[in-house]
């Protein structure tokens, strides 16, 4: 069994800044790609960012510039840091890690965290 904890969301301004973290813990061999989706209310989860397991990144276009994606293997852990937040990128943010477990055929399989979430005021 795998869980992922999302951390660090609240309130701030526009302007702003916000750290999420998102630990993954349970049974797991090793962790390929991590992302951080996001969803506003009355619209669909969309990408925000993920990062491979060598640290390749990518960003939606929206937040390029803005916010950084980054991991650490040994913790198992991604974060995202959110720098010049606009109102727009009031959401939940869920992250999703591709686990790779111990069995013989070293399945990958996604899991979700909880959700955290993030309200930038104007």
């Known amino acids: 069994q795998v869980q992922l904890v999302e951390s660090g969301g609240g309130l701030v301004q526009a302007g702003g800044s916000l750290r999420l973290s998102c630990a993954a813990s349970?049974?797991?061999?090793?962790?390929?790609?991590m992302g951080w989706y996001r969803q506003a209310p009355g619209k669909q989860r969309e990408l925000v960012g993920a990062?491979?397991?060598?640290?390749?990144?990518h960003y939606a276009d929206s937040v390029k510039g803005r916010f950084t994606i980054s991991r650490d293997n040994t913790k198992n852990t991604v974060y995202l840091q959110m720098n010049s937040l606009k109102p727009e990128d009031t959401a939940v943010y869920f992250c999703n890690a591709e686990v790779v477990d111990y069995g013989p055929w070293r399945r990958a399989v996604g899991y979700w965290g909880q959700g955290t979430r993030v309200t930038v005021s104007s």
């Open positions: 990062i491979t397991s060598a640290g390749s990144t």
């Open positions: 349970g049974s797991i061999f090793s962790i390929n790609d």
